[in-house]
């Protein structure tokens, strides 16, 4: 089993930066793909980004490239998103996910493992 917790959301204003953290727990992830998604009301879960835990390789949401960075702290078991330039319309509630096999998706569908979620406030 694995159990994600994020944290870090918040309220920010147009313009400012917020780093999210997931600290993973639970089992070995050496050969996982972490991911972030977010939802916002009434809309369809969304991909930002997902890392490669061994290799730390990387693939993005071409939308979102460039404003947000993915990384990872293997020895702290713990995934971030640097996101900046934020704008009102990346209000969401941001999800950490776990893939347990090395393959870097954007579908939710191969996600076994989900956080509970923070949300992201936006204001302009």
């Known amino acids: 089993q694995g159990q994600l917790v994020e944290s870090g959301g918040g309220p920010v204003q147009a313009g400012g930066s917020l780093r999210l953290s997931c600290a993973a727990s639970?089992?070995?992830?050496?050969?996982?793909?972490m991911a972030w998604f977010r939802q916002a009301p009434g809309k369809d879960r969304e991909f930002i980004a997902a890392?490669?835990?061994?290799?730390?390789?990387?693939h993005y949401a071409d939308s979102l490239k460039g404003r947000f960075t993915i990384s990872r702290d293997v020895a702290e078991n713990t995934m971030y998103l640097q996101m900046n330039s934020l704008k009102p319309e990346d209000t969401a509630v941001y999800y950490c996910?776990?893939?347990?096999?090395?393959?870097?998706?954007?579908?939710?569908?191969?996600?076994?493992?989900w956080g509970q979620g923070t949300q992201v406030t936006v204001s302009s």
């Open positions: 890392i490669s835990w061994s290799g730390g390789s990387t």
């Open positions: 639970g089992r070995s992830f050496s050969d996982s793909t």
């Open positions: 996910a776990l893939d347990p096999r090395n393959a870097l998706s954007a579908s939710t569908i191969w996600y076994a493992y």
